[in-house]
């Protein structure tokens, strides 16, 4: 079973960037479709960005397009999303997620991935 571990949460200033990493356990990380979600405190889980596993097309939440990109190395089975004019709003945990059974275009829909890893969080604070 696949196991993912994410990375490089922290705090940061409003308007900083960071970058968040997704390593995946199996070295089949292009059999996946990738997707990113965060949980702000009190609120409901939501996607931020996903790409797909065929053709690596990417798809990105309205809140952040512009802002946050999403990519993939395969050679070190690691999925990144580069987080850039952070809002002090895009702080709580940030999950990767991963499912083998997504064809086409990525989607972000939780019920879609099947395999979740622990988060990491991400502080957006002065």
């Known amino acids: 079973q696949v196991q993912l571990v994410e990375s490089g949460g922290g705090l940061v200033q409003p308007g900083g960037s960071l970058r968040l990493s997704c390593a995946l356990s199996e070295w089949t990380l292009n059999y996946y479709a990738i997707g990113w979600f965060r949980q702000a405190p009190g609120k409901e889980r939501e996607g931020v960005s996903c790409?797909?596993?065929?053709?690596?097309?990417?798809y990105y939440s309205d809140s952040v397009r512009g802002r946050f990109t999403i990519f993939r190395d395969n050679d070190k089975n690691i999925v990144y999303l580069q987080m850039n004019s952070l809002r002090p709003e895009e702080t709580g945990d940030y999950y990767c997620?991963?499912?083998?059974?997504?064809?086409?275009?990525?989607?972000?829909?939780?019920?879609?991935?099947?395999?979740w890893g622990q988060g990491t969080h991400v502080t957006v604070s002065s």
């Open positions: 790409i797909s596993k065929i053709d690596n097309s990417t």
């Open positions: 997620a991963a499912e083998p059974r997504l064809f086409g275009t990525c989607v972000l829909t939780e019920r879609k991935y099947n395999y």
